[in-house]
């Protein structure tokens, strides 16, 4: 049985961790900023605790299998109510590993989350609701309308969903569109809203993901490096439509971006 | 065997308890934590909600704030009532006991009528939840209709904590008449109900509250059938703990929802 | 035979009548509304059986709609999204609350704390009657929101507000979501209530010799899940009343100023965060609630069976302290995404990683325990060993999503959901299995088939490994979880493989279930006559006649003399020294 044991949980280690090392299922290719050193703390992460899941994997099925009772007559049990040297020393070792690995990835957690946006960044106002996208650009005057919850009406789509209020001179220029289109290489200031209940942002080539939440307008940035279209999906449960809640995110160059805008300006004449 | 002959005669069976006391006590006490929790949760949602309130109103008049001053010293006036039942039972003189601890229950019977004629004024008035029925021909307080409207977090946070702690002493009241009268406590009880639901008209919220009082009345009777017994000094010391403990929550309450919300001229 | 002697010595036992009450007589009081822990324990147990058989049913049909999301089911009819999130939402609910919190603590708790600690019974037999029957009423009415007009709600087992606040923001957030609000309302109280009760007995009640440092690793977990429960159940409570008077009163808790498809909900000024903090100080305590008592079974088994003390008593009981402690610090490590301040998050990172620490000190005394021991490899042990490899497995996912760097990216993935499916779900279920089939004999008077004790082993721990291996890899290509399906996202269309590998998994594994279930029942009737002490082990309830009498000790009481893993002791008679027995002399380590 110890036999059994040790090749049973030493074949599931290996099987599993096979392919994680050989990245059969894995992050999409990085297009932000952010990308190459969340990854790479993915790839430390997955050494290190990968490392402690494999030695105390292997150490199970050993002892399994070593220590098994071998019939009467063996040698009886060490008796032995355990070391506190050891207990202090893989103490000490957990905490350098757990909180080194914690430490490591704090400059990236604060420059993604605890600085703002640099001024120069492109505002785009995202807004979720049961079960659409809607993105808003500010347009030449370089301020967003304002919106009303009372006059927002899905069936409508564009400004009549986002409940923009016409009477506001600095809404007349808002550019509204179904798909999230941004220049390469330029910071984006997302402002994170919803209508009705809790949904989550999740563009997972930009490793970026924030929950939308009602009542809060939440800010935050990144910066798209490759031009292309990234899906986005929305992550957190909303109702019956979450699963079909995606989008588009075209990165495109920086020129291609104002024409886009300046066109989408130009059909609201 | 060095101990292996121990008297018939207990608690020295066992280990020795938690600072010595007996069971039901540190029964009590770990209630009243879990409690004091559950209360916990119930102030940080009020912190929470005014802390992102811009413009909490400060709405309440003197005249609520000298009901409310009323309703303290009723419980304040109870807890002492309660010290003297607690020492009653201790000197084994059953009747003081029984008497002291029918005092308790009318203090907090006066602090719970009045606090429910408060709650009554205030719904008329307008300060009302939005699922409250409206209370027929009464005139609506222009002011308390605007808090209402305006931050509604106001009156759920009031109705809440408050009846929060109106539940506390309800049932304090009826824990206490059980250790008072025992069996006989449960047609009192019933008679309560009917009063209370029959009395009351259909839209106040204490029609359907009134039901706590029959579901009391089922749980203390599956007890009594349970357990029967008499109850003793201990018991009536741990009761005395929980009504002791309804009346500290109040002395947060009263001046988080009312002191720190009365109007300031 | 309780107070005799066993294999030759003397056991030290004396009379008590403290706590004791007579034995019931008549049906009803003895097996319906029975005051003694041991019936209300296999109450419990039930309970957690048909629960465990309903929540593992929802499962199946979860698993049926991934893959062929058109399958037209007898009697079930077809799936509907809004139906596939129902049945997840009900799917957590019955197993966190009514599984994973019920049998261990619950089940295995109350059966066999007052017998492990001396004592007759419980502190309070009439508060662990209610609180059994509380915890019935509260499944009852979670089942109940099935049947109503709507149906089950559809807002996950976290229930998130406002989702979980507004009729309107779907089917199932009508009277089904109310009933379960209600559901768990009632099962907070339950839970409060025996939390109560096991915390006063074990302080309260231990047999002489008993001390606090000689308890069983067992009690210890159950002890300090109880305080854990006492805590935390309180404030789900205030949450959950909220969450109704928002729904019925009209207050606004958890919900802003806001529209559902374009129409105002006249709710305004409430935070969802709100609703987030007070559930998941709740929650973060209660997934140790549902480990503890496993971690405490385990360690326990694998030191009878490796006839060997455990490794580290002291650091394992101060692991379970620590664990408890730094359990109410860390909640924010779910709500990284949430809108929470980013620099809470560098709090709750540290403090998560942290609690990971006293994880990880239990994993390797574990380790020690097996080391230079002399292993029998009977059907408890091998759920215990199956529990430190799934423990293990699924602790190291902890440390990446407690990192908010990380959790940016497997955030709501099945990343997750294999994280705690495998410590949460999968180890604490073996916790259970090896506490059935360890406690079985004491508790039913008969061993279980262990040819098919051990078969179920086999088909589970590969099946768990092979449902929930892959859910690591589908998180890390940011498949993301609560998607009744894959194929509109296209990068979660591309992994549709995986899905189909893991329901194939979960058929069969739900499948083995039946050994289990099967020889349970047979064993009852059938099995081989237990003895009293069948696997050789130290504790109080193998000293007691099988299954034990109404008051556990026939009328006397323990005197305790020794630790609970005095195994193996050089020049001992036999290789294991019971805690009634003289005392182990001067102990070396
Ligand atoms: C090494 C120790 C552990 C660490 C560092 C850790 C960390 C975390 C983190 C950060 C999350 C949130 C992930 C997210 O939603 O993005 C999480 C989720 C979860 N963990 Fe752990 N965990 C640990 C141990 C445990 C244990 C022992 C249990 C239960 C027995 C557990 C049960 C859960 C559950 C149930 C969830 C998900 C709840 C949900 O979103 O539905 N974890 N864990
Ligand atoms: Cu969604
Ligand atoms: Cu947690």
């Known amino acids: 049985m110890g036999l059994v044991l040790l090749v049973v949980i030493w074949l599931i280690t290996l099987i599993g961790s096979y392919f994680i090392i050989a990245k059969t299922w894995w992050l999409p290719v990085g297009a932000s900023a952010a990308a190459a050193a969340i990854d790479h703390h993915f790839t430390v992460s997955y050494i290190l605790m990968g490392s402690v899941f494999i030695l105390a994997q292997l150490a199970l099925g050993w002892f399994a299998w070593k220590y098994r009772d071998r019939g009467a007559g063996s040698q009886p049990a060490h008796y032995s109510h355990g070391n506190t040297k050891l207990e202090v020393l893989w103490t000490i070792l957990t905490i350098i590993l757990f909180v080194g690995l914690n430490l490591a990835s704090e400059p990236i957690w604060s420059s993604e989350r605890l600085h703002g946006a640099s001024p120069g960044a492109v505002q785009v106002e995202v807004t979720a609701m049961q079960f659409a996208w809607y993105f808003r650009y500010a347009g030449p005057d370089g301020k967003f309308g304002s919106t009303k919850p009372e006059l927002e009406d899905a069936s409508l789509g564009g400004a009549g969903a986002l409940g923009l209020d016409s009477n506001d001179p600095s809404s007349k220029d808002d550019v509204i569109s179904g798909v999230m289109v941004v220049p390469v290489n330029r910071e984006i200031e997302v402002i994170l809203r919803s209508h009705d209940v809790i949904h989550s942002f999740f563009v997972p080539a930009m490793r970026f993901k924030q929950d939308t939440v009602p009542g809060l307008a939440i800010h935050m940035h990144f910066t798209p490096i490759q031009t292309g279209d990234y899906e986005l999906a929305c992550a957190e449960l909303c109702g019956l439509g979450h699963y079909k809640m995606h989008g588009i995110v075209k990165v495109v160059s920086d020129q291609e971006f104002s024409q886009w805008l300046a066109a989408r300006e130009a059909e609201k004449q | 065997m060095a101990d292996s002959v121990v008297p018939h005669d207990i608690p020295s069976v066992y280990e020795p308890s938690l600072f010595g006391t007996y069971s039901k006590k540190i029964g009590m006490w770990l209630f009243l934590m879990s409690d004091s929790l559950t209360f916990g949760a119930l102030l940080y949602a009020y912190s929470y909600g005014r802390i992102s309130t811009p413009n909490w109103p400060t709405p309440f008049h003197s005249e609520s704030i000298v009901n409310a001053t009323i309703m303290t010293a009723f419980l304040l006036t109870s807890s002492l009532t309660m010290v003297l039942a607690v020492r009653a039972s201790v000197q084994k003189d059953a009747k003081a006991q029984t008497l002291w601890l029918l005092a308790t229950i009318a203090c907090g019977a006066g602090f719970v009528i009045l606090h429910g004629m408060e709650w009554s004024k205030l719904i008329a008035e307008g300060m009302t939840l939005p699922f409250f029925p409206p209370v027929p021909g009464h005139e609506v307080s222009a002011e308390f209709a605007s808090v209402a409207k305006t931050v509604p977090q106001f009156p759920s946070t009031f109705f809440t904590l408050t009846g929060m702690h109106m539940l506390h002493v309800t049932l304090g009241i009826v824990y206490l008449g059980v250790v008072a009268l025992r069996k006989k406590f449960i047609p009192i009880l019933l008679a309560l109900w009917l009063i209370a639901w029959l009395g009351t008209p259909s839209y106040s919220p204490f029609h359907y509250g009134a039901h706590v009082l029959l579901a009391a009345a089922i749980v203390c009777a599956i007890i009594l059938w349970l357990k029967p017994k008499v109850y003793d000094a201990s018991d009536v010391e741990v009761a005395g703990l929980y009504w002791h403990f309804v009346d500290l929550v109040w002395m947060f309450i009263f001046p988080l929802v009312y002191l720190m919300s009365a109007r300031i001229l | 035979?309780?107070?005799?002697?066993?294999?030759?010595?003397?056991?030290?036992?004396?009379?008590?009548?403290?706590?004791?009450?007579?034995?019931?007589?008549?049906?009803?009081?003895?097996?319906?509304?029975?005051?003694?822990?041991?019936?209300?324990?296999?109450?419990?147990?039930?309970?957690?059986?048909?629960?465990?058989?309903?929540?593992?049913?929802?499962?199946?049909?979860?698993?049926?709609?991934?893959?062929?999301?058109?399958?037209?089911?007898?009697?079930?009819?077809?799936?509907?999204?809004?139906?596939?999130?129902?049945?997840?939402?009900?799917?957590?609910?019955?197993?966190?609350?009514?599984?994973?919190?019920?049998?261990?603590?619950?089940?295995?708790?109350?059966?066999?704390?007052?017998?492990?600690?001396?004592?007759?019974?419980?502190?309070?037999?009439?508060?662990?009657?209610?609180?059994?029957?509380?915890?019935?009423?509260?499944?009852?009415?979670?089942?109940?929101?099935?049947?109503?007009?709507?149906?089950?709600?559809?807002?996950?087992?976290?229930?998130?507000?406002?989702?979980?606040?507004?009729?309107?923001?779907?089917?199932?957030?009508?009277?089904?979501?109310?009933?379960?609000?209600?559901?768990?309302?009632?099962?907070?109280?339950?839970?409060?209530?025996?939390?109560?009760?096991?915390?006063?007995?074990?302080?309260?009640?231990?047999?002489?010799?008993?001390?606090?440092?000689?308890?069983?690793?067992?009690?210890?977990?159950?002890?300090?899940?109880?305080?854990l429960g006492l805590l935390a159940f309180g404030v789900l409570l205030s949450a959950g009343i909220l969450l109704l008077m928002d729904r019925q009163l009209g207050t606004s808790f958890f919900v802003p100023l806001g529209t559902v498809n374009g129409v105002l909900t006249g709710h305004k000024g409430g935070s969802p965060l709100l609703w987030q903090h007070l559930f998941w100080f709740f929650g973060h305590p209660e997934v140790y609630i549902a480990i503890l008592p496993a971690m405490g079974l385990c360690s326990q088994l694998l030191s009878v069976f490796s006839r060997k003390p455990i490794f580290g008593y002291k650091a394992m009981v101060y692991a379970i302290m620590a664990i408890g402690f730094l359990g109410f610090m860390v909640w924010g490590h779910h709500m990284f995404m949430s809108g929470m301040s980013p620099y809470s998050a560098f709090a709750f990172s540290i403090m998560t990683m942290g609690i990971g620490v006293p994880s990880a000190i239990k994993t390797f005394n574990w380790l020690g325990t097996l080391w230079r021991g002399k292993i029998r490899f009977s059907s408890p042990m091998l759920f215990a060993i199956g529990f430190v490899s799934l423990f293990v497995v699924g602790g190291i996912s902890g440390p990446f999503l407690a990192q908010p760097v990380l959790d940016i990216y497997l955030h709501e993935t099945y990343f997750v959901i294999a994280h705690f499916h495998l410590i949460m779900g999968v180890a604490s279920i073996f916790g259970i299995f090896a506490a059935t089939y360890y406690w079985f004999p004491k508790m039913f008077g008969r061993m279980m088939n262990e040819t098919w004790a051990k078969a179920h082993f086999w088909l589970t721990f590969v099946g768990a490994y092979a449902i929930f291996m892959p859910m690591h890899y589908y998180g890390m290509a940011a498949g993301l979880r609560r998607y009744s399906q894959g194929t509109e996202v296209a990068w979660i269309n591309a992994l549709a493989p995986i899905q189909k590998f893991i329901s194939i998994a979960a058929f069969i594994t739900i499948a083995s279930q039946f050994i289990f279930v099967i020889n349970l029942f047979w064993s009852m009737k059938k099995g081989e006559k237990a003895a009293d002490n069948p696997w050789e082990a130290t504790t109080l309830e193998w000293i007691t006649a099988t299954p034990p009498p109404h008051d556990n000790f026939g009328g006397v009481t323990p005197v305790v003399h020794n630790g609970p893993y005095e195994y193996s002791v050089p020049g001992a008679p036999r290789d294991f020294v019971m805690q009634t027995d003289a005392e182990v002399g001067a102990k070396k380590h």
């Open chain 3, 1 to 227: 035979m309780a107070g005799g002697t066993r294999g030759g010595e003397a056991i030290t036992m004396v009379s008590h009548d403290a706590h004791a009450h007579a034995a019931p007589q008549g049906f009803i009081r003895k097996y319906i509304f029975s005051l003694d822990h041991k019936v209300i324990g296999i109450q419990y147990f039930f309970l957690a059986l048909v629960a465990v058989l309903t929540g593992m049913f929802l499962s199946l049909l979860m698993r049926i709609h991934l893959v062929w999301p058109n399958a037209h089911l007898p009697i079930f009819g077809d799936i509907k999204p809004e139906t596939y999130l129902s049945l997840l939402t009900m799917h957590g609910t019955i197993m966190v609350f009514f599984v994973l919190t019920t049998a261990p603590q619950g089940g295995f708790g109350n059966y066999f704390l007052p017998i492990q600690i001396g004592a007759p019974d419980m502190a309070f037999p009439v508060l662990n009657m209610l609180s059994f029957w509380t915890t019935f009423l509260g499944f009852l009415v979670l089942v109940a929101a099935f049947f109503v007009t709507g149906g089950a709600p559809l807002h996950g087992w976290t229930g998130y507000a406002p989702l979980s606040a507004l009729p309107s923001a779907g089917p199932g957030e009508g009277l089904g979501a109310d009933l379960w609000i209600i559901s768990i309302a009632i099962f907070c109280i339950g839970a409060l209530m025996g939390a109560l009760n096991f915390i006063t007995t074990t302080l309260d009640m231990r047999a002489k010799g008993m001390t606090l440092m000689r308890m069983p690793l067992t009690c210890w977990a159950w002890f300090i899940t109880a305080i």
